[in-house]
């Protein structure tokens, strides 16, 4: 198993929908979870934290299950503006805690 | 504001060339960090750095090397530029990271885009 791994897409939407990500991680010793969104020609910015409880941010709910080791990111309403690549992100849990990109997810939504 | 600036937006050099990329941090942080970003393999780390002087090999480090002699400025080296180096660079910076739980956030430089020929 890859160390993380995301289906690339793109997820094409219509503006109002809820789409849901799934990303997986093969090191059940890691402790530290992230969502970046990268929009096109630029750089990748923090989303939001994972946390094990669930964690939400106005239309963003993100959730840690690490009996399965995946990780979700659930946006609701989905706007124009949310088009962009989401990049699933894992503290590795040794050494100097670097982080390790998935490849992201390229969401799409159309009017 | 937080402020992660790169010296070249686009750069394109010749085969066998050194080439030198700037990154510089106005946030006082002290880890920075150099990653590739290609098509269909995501961001991958070059080179890190925890402190002024030091650094640490990531997961692709052949054919790069490092400097970073102030605390602000981290900069990646192509010793002899080769065609596989064309991709996109970011560098990075964050504070460090403290306990096995704690993490802080990286900050991106708007990247280069380098055309080796």
């Known amino acids: 198993r890859k160390e993380v791994e995301q289906d690339p897409g793109p997820f094409n939407v219509p503006e109002g929908a809820t789409v849901a990500f799934n990303c997986t991680y093969s090191?059940?010793?890691?402790?530290?979870f992230f969502w970046y969104r990268q929009d096109c020609r630029k750089e990748p910015k923090l989303l939001m934290s994972v946390y094990s409880s669930g964690n939400e941010d106005g239309r963003f709910t993100a959730q840690l299950n690490r009996a399965s080791q995946y990780i979700s990111l659930l946006i609701r309403d989905s706007k124009l503006s949310d088009s962009a690549t989401y990049l699933c992100v894992v503290v590795r849990p040794s050494g100097y805690s670097t982080l390790t990109f998935g490849k992201g997810t390229m969401l799409l939504v159309s009017p | 504001d937080v402020k992660v600036t790169q010296s070249s937006r686009y750069l394109v050099k010749r085969t066998g060339e050194k080439v030198f990329l700037e990154c510089v941090q106005d946030?006082?942080?002290?880890?920075m960090f150099w990653y590739r970003q290609d098509p269909g393999l995501g961001l991958r780390l070059i080179y890190f750095s925890y402190d002024v002087k030091m650094k640490e090999k990531g997961d692709i480090p052949e054919g790069y090397s490092v400097s970073r002699e102030k605390k602000e400025r981290f900069s990646l080296i192509l010793e002899s530029a080769s065609t596989n180096q064309t991709s996109m660079y970011l560098c990075?910076?964050?504070?460090?990271?403290?306990?096995?739980?704690?993490?802080?956030?990286?900050?991106f430089g708007p990247g280069t885009r380098l055309t080796v020929l």
């Open positions: 946030m006082d942080h002290e880890n």
């Open positions: 990075a910076s964050s504070f460090p990271t403290s306990g096995t739980s704690s993490y802080n956030e990286q900050f």
């Open positions: 090191n059940s010793a890691s402790q530290s």
